[in-house]
Nanobody, 124 residues
């Protein structure tokens, strides 16, 4: 059974940092990524990474502040979030697929497997 389980969310002050983790089980994915959804808004792309870690893609709002990485031995992807802003508040979802596009896709519809989400709240 394929599962993606996120962890690491929480409450942080603006300007602070958090690291999210997503542990995959059941198979190894060629592409893993993060999306987020704030209340009343559509789910949006945050970041994605290829299996080898040599190709990444970021959404414009997080470029220069967030870093995605993966540990294939642990079948886990991470999202290091620095310089957090109030507008980063959202539920963050891990996603995965078996595609081979480069750079990894930003499209929500290209991801076949999803985690349950973890809440990130940034306070002033």
């Amino acid at each position: 059974q394929v599962q993606l389980v996120e962890s690491g969310g929480g409450l942080v002050q603006a300007g602070g940092s958090l690291r999210l983790s997503c542990a995959a089980s059941g198979r190894t994915f060629t592409r893993m990524g993060w999306f987020r959804q704030a209340p009343g808004k559509e789910r949006e792309f945050v970041a994605a990474i290829a299996w080898g870690g040599d190709s990444t893609n970021y959404g414009d709002p997080v470029k220069g502040r967030f870093t995605i990485s993966r540990d294939n031995a642990k079948n886990t992807v991470y999202l290091q979030m620095n310089s957090l802003k109030l507008e980063d508040t959202a539920v963050y979802y891990c996603a995965a697929n078996m595609r081979r596009s480069l750079p990894p896709s930003k499209l929500l519809s290209d991801y076949d497997y999803w985690g349950q989400g973890t809440q990130v709240t940034v306070s002033s």
